[in-house]
């Protein structure tokens, strides 16, 4: 096998576990790996002047965009907390049209996904960003899929992670993508973190984020939903504890949350199951009736539905580490 080069694309203001996770990754994969398949890291940027990253360190990029005319095997964009709301980087959208799609895989760590979806590199694909900026994502680029509740996502040679930490689960995968899941499983010990979080995984739930007033009807329901979630939930009884009509409190989740009422408490049962299969031993059976579920056969499909893993995989997925 020969050297990976890696592209890392940085700015002022990015995040700097969104750069130092993956280096440190690929950096971990070169420890185990013959000198002729290392990586080959650099951070590329819109000039080699130093940059500072959002918590206050210096940066200085390798390459400019200028310099880094040629193909990489990988090209990633790293996030930054201010980059969903900054102006288009015409330099960097330039530079991403004609090498981040040369590389034979590409994509973006965090809110890197704007700065893709900016160089028109997201139209129907499917993608995943931090989850609480992946709404904005989807209404700013509406013909991508955005996966709300993922860690990863993988569409053709497009890849692309949750936020911050999550680079890291991208960037394992990728190694164990390169050099297969023993090596992935090496370097995710030697760095002291869980080893291979499956894509399918949830972020936290964008569906638990408060409305802002626990006044308002629909605050008011995700509260209660929320404190008693073992009990069942037909429309009719949000609508009831909202004070409004089935079809209002159909409108008011989707308006509001981007939702039906169906998925708001399958959410939250979900959320609820993962906490219990992270931080307990109990049943599965008894998880599923803890969550209001009918029964461990419908907890399974929705997680299998949701998020592409079984609750037994899910709840294995977080004792690796110790092996």
Known sequence: MARRNVALVIYEGVQALDVAGPLDVFAAANGFLPEEEHYNCVLVAGSTDPLRSSNGMLMVADLSFDQANRAFHTVLVAGGPNLADSPNDDVMSAWLKEWGVAAQRYGSICTGAFALGRAGLLDGRTVTTHWLCSGLLATQFPEARVEHDRIHARDGRLVTSA??????????????????????????????????????????????????????????????????????????????????????????????????????????????????????????KAVAFDCGFASPDQMRSAFQRRLNVTPQQYRGSFRTTSA
Request: hydrophobic share 45%; net charge negative.
């Open 163 to 284: 936020g911050v930490t999550a680079g890291i689960d991208l960037s394992l995968a990728l190694v164990g993508e390169d050099h297969g899941p023993a090596l992935s499983l090496a370097c995710a010990k030697a760095l002291v973190v869980v080893a291979q979080r499956q894509g399918g995984q949830s972020q936290f739930s964008p569906l638990l984020q408060s409305t802002g007033d626990p006044e308002t009807p629909l605050g008011k329901v995700q509260a209660y939903v929320m404190d008693h979630i073992g009990e069942a939930f037909p429309v009719e009884r949000l609508a009831a504890l909202a004070g409004v009509s089935p079809r209002s409190i159909a409108r008011l989740f989707v308006r509001e949350l981007s939702v039906t009422p169906h998925e708001f408490v399958e959410g939250v049962r979900l959320d609820r199951a993962r906490n219990l299969l992270e931080a307990s031993d109990l049943a599965l």
